[in-house]
């Protein structure tokens, strides 16, 4: 792999007009990303989630330059229906199309052709690949005190003449002061055994709200990785919703930087797997200051062999006095063959905090199926209701009602 | 309506029921009493088709082996079963689940199934003929109910669905004289000549307010002795100990 | 009036329905939108002078026989068609060629649709009155 590392690296560089000095910056990135290679599980972060096992089992001879001068089709179906959306749409890693029409002009910024200035600080070998391979970036400044009227919707699309690729997506998200932003991220895969790698940052400024909703709905056989970066000011608000239950594997981890007081992150998420999918979130919420709450819910629905993992790590440093920090985690094993892991991490360095963990696995209540069986409902139908109620419950923790039936929707077209 | 003959059951080696033997025709309601051990809810349980237990005997149903129908299948028959302990299911709509329940059964009989209005009209009604807080119906199934409204939720759902056969698994139990009196209200107000009730009691209390048209009394695993209302006074006054 | 009575009906048909779920009312327009095309608009009517042109999928309405027909693809579409199919039909000919856009107002079927959704729903009635202008009494 390393061969075909090198050569892709050259092609993407000879395909490019870089500075002198950004094609330094890429090549270090690309050099760290050598060193360390695809995590595998020796690495504490990914020992539940062995990924360079996981590529190499599942993707035969892969390749990581792909040639993104040509546009792609959009098939119209994709586009959520009954929902008015602002639309950024990516095929193949490669933006076709930008529709801001319900927004003010001047109240959005979009800067498409952004190229990586500094060099990346952190120990993430997959951050270095995506620096290393990415070329152009995007970046969206909501401009001070403005609310976006319809949620942004991100289709992450990717079609049939993908095969054993990487794709590489880096976005940023400035919230000014006193803005708000729904943000939908919707992927739509029509492509086999690749390998995603998104890098996402987001910087919520003084009293700003960011609402952010992943879906990942779709059976397909990607392996995907999404790092987002969260940036938090005084009295800001970020809440996330994951749906996690389509992809082969997939591994969003949640890095949350509570920098400012009175800053609060909720992280909420499902886990809706069967087969033999293999899906993981990490969050990492960092309590830097002084009286910020953070909550966390996830469950998951596991069937056949599938594997769900969810790492919650709560940093609450000295200075954090009055931090809240809360998380808990549940799952409905459908069988013997499934797995749920759950590891709670807390490093607490403050006295005057509230902290808790908690995860709980079982079965399906026998009991519970059969009353509904009595009631004229047939196993599948029992057990659908069952675990809908289970879920039920972080659902109702997205706060906008349209989106929240859109999911809701979503979830119940799926069985 | 229901005939069952020489019905045998174990769980885990151990005889429960044995010899049993019980005919019910439409339009009648049998209550059987018994002391706890007795094997009462372990009948209802294989009427209404748990699994767990080795059975052995014969079932009729309208003349059909209920031991070749599923739970659901023995619902859309018209069998329905009052459950003594009637579960919570979080995260269930309460409105919802009935409406599925409902149109299971109809679709399953080939009636038209009802759209949600004419659904919320029907509910609607018995819920007023029960005294029943509509409100409580747009919550999760049983959840935060008390003890009488989950078996009051029991009857208004046998209301609505219409039974043929209702056994009733204990309701009794746990109320109090006025959610009694609201229980056997309901219970009485459906009574047809069409339609059968088991009503499964330890106490003799309930009887008051239903009046059954044959009461059986179950003791290790079989009936030992059938009568009218008046068996019920005589066991109240002798005891299960001194009966036999 | 009449009109009072039906769209007062669906009013709380509505909220009746909103406090149960949230969802509920969008399966019972999706449940209505199929009624509809149980007794649907014959296909020869199906044309451009008979067409809801701001309705993303096709919907069409006409006049026949004495009362209005129509026909969708689009579910909630045919939902709301429905109503508003139902409520002219059970008018006397007087009462529904004397009302107005004004009047559906009430039903608070706004609060449920999208924006487009919503001018599909009033150039639908729009058509409708119109229509009934052409009928002789």
Same mark, same amino acid.
């Given at each position: ?97 930008? /529709?801001?029409?319900?927004? /003010? ?79 939908? /991220? ?179 209540? /026998? ?49 | ?12 080696? !151990? ?96 009636? !038209? ?132 | ?137």
């Amino acid at each position: 792999m390393e061969e075909q590392l090198k050569i892709d690296f050259e092609k993407f560089l000879e395909n490019t007009n870089f500075s002198k000095k950004n094609v330094e910056i890429k090549r270090k990135n690309f050099n760290n990303f050598i060193e360390k290679g695809f995590p595998n599980r020796r690495e504490e972060n990914w020992k539940f989630s062995d990924l360079n096992q996981i590529i190499s089992k599942n993707i035969k001879n892969l390749s990581f330059y792909h040639d993104l001068s040509k546009p792609n089709k959009i098939d119209q179906p994709i586009f959520i229906d009954g929902l008015e959306h602002n639309k950024l749409v990516f095929v193949n890693g490669r933006i076709e199309k930008i /529709e801001f029409d319900y927004e /003010e002009k001047n109240k959005i910024e979009i800067l498409d052709d952004l190229v990586l200035e500094k060099p990346n600080n952190a120990n993430n070998s997959l951050l270095f690949l995506n620096n290393a391979f990415v070329s152009k970036y995007f970046k969206i400044i909501v401009k001070k005190n403005y609310f976006l009227q319809k949620p942004l919707v991100i289709y992450n699309i990717t079609n049939k003449d993908l095969v054993s690729k990487t794709v590489n997506l880096k976005v940023d998200i400035l919230l000014e002061e006193n803005s708000s932003l729904k943000l939908i /991220e919707l992927s739509n895969d029509k492509s086999n055994t690749n390998f995603i790698n998104i890098n996402y940052n987001f910087d919520i400024q003084k009293n700003s709200i960011l609402k952010n909703y992943k879906i990942d709905n779709n059976s397909n056989s990607n392996i995907k990785y999404c790092f987002n970066n969260i940036n938090q000011d005084t009295d800001s608000v970020s809440e996330i919703f994951l749906l996690s239950s389509g992809s082969k594997f997939i591994k969003n981890e949640i890095n949350c930087n509570l920098n400012g007081k009175y800053a609060s992150a909720f992280v909420n998420g499902v886990f809706i797997l069967n087969e033999t999918k293999h899906h993981e979130i990490k969050t990492n919420i960092n309590h830097i200051v002084e009286n910020t709450k953070s909550y966390q819910l996830i469950k998951g629905v596991l069937e056949d062999t599938s594997k769900a993992v969810y790492q919650g790590k709560i940093f609450v440093d000295s200075k954090a006095q009055k931090t809240d920090g809360y998380q808990l985690s549940k799952a409905i094993l459908l069988n013997d063959n499934t797995e749920f892991n759950a590891k709670p991490e807390l490093e607490i360095y403050a006295d005057d905090v509230k902290c808790s963990h908690g995860s709980a696995s079982g079965s399906l209540n /026998e009991d519970s199926i059969f009353y509904l069986m009595s009631r004229g409902l047939n196993y599948q139908e029992a057990k659908k209701l069952l675990i809908n109620g289970f879920l039920l419950d972080v659902i109702e923790k997205i706060t906008d009602t349209e989106i929240r039936n859109l999911i809701k929707n979503i979830m119940n077209l799926k069985q | 309506m229901l005939k069952i003959k020489n019905l045998k059951a174990d769980i885990d080696n !151990k005889s429960i029921l044995n010899n049993f033997n019980l005919e019910i025709k439409p339009g009648e309601v049998h209550a059987i009493m018994g002391p706890n051990g007795s094997g009462k809810s372990t009948l209802s349980n294989i009427l209404s088709g748990k699994k767990g237990y080795d059975v052995s005997g014969e079932i009729l149903f309208e003349n059909k082996n209920l031991f070749e129908l599923e739970t659901e299948e023995r619902a859309h028959k018209g069998i329905f079963l009052a459950f003594q302990y009637p579960l919570e299911i979080p995260g269930v709509n309460t409105n919802i689940f009935l409406k599925t329940s409902l149109n299971a059964i109809r679709k399953a009989r080939g009636e !038209k199934e009802l759209d949600a209005i004419e659904f919320l009209k029907l509910v609607k009604l018995k819920a007023k003929e029960l005294k029943f807080d509509e409100e409580k119906l747009n919550r999760q199934l049983n959840v935060g109910f008390s003890g009488g409204e989950k078996k009051k939720n029991e009857i208004l759902q046998m209301s609505i669905l219409n039974p043929k056969l209702s056994i009733l698994d204990e309701t009794d139990s746990g109320l109090d004289i006025d959610a009694l009196k609201i229980v056997a209200d309901g219970v009485n107000s459906l009574r047809k000549k069409d339609n059968s009730f088991l009503i499964i009691t330890h106490y003799q209390r309930l009887l008051d307010y239903i009046k059954p048209d044959y009461v059986h009394v179950l003791m290790d695993g079989k009936i030992i002795k059938s009568g009218g209302p008046e068996l019920a006074l005589e066991l109240e006054s002798k005891g299960y100990e001194n009966f036999n | 009036m009449k009109l009072d009575i039906k769209i007062n009906e669906y009013k709380n048909n509505i909220e009746a329905l909103q406090a149960v779920e949230s969802l509920e009312v969008y399966r019972w327009l999706i449940s209505l939108g199929e009624k509809l095309n149980e007794d649907p608009l014959s296909e020869m009517k199906r044309v451009e002078k008979n067409k809801v042109k701001s309705c993303q999928f096709d919907l069409f309405v006409d006049y026949e026989n004495g009362r209005f027909k129509a026909w969708s693809k689009a579910m909630i579409a045919g939902g709301y068609a429905y109503v508003l199919i139902d409520i002219f039909n059970s008018l006397p000919l007087e009462e529904a060629k004397k009302t107005t856009l004004e009047d559906f107002k009430k039903i608070k079927m706004d609060e449920l649709l999208t924006m487009n959704r919503k001018t599909g729903f009033y150039e639908m009635i729009e058509i409708m009155i119109r229509k009934l202008k052409n009928v002789e009494n």
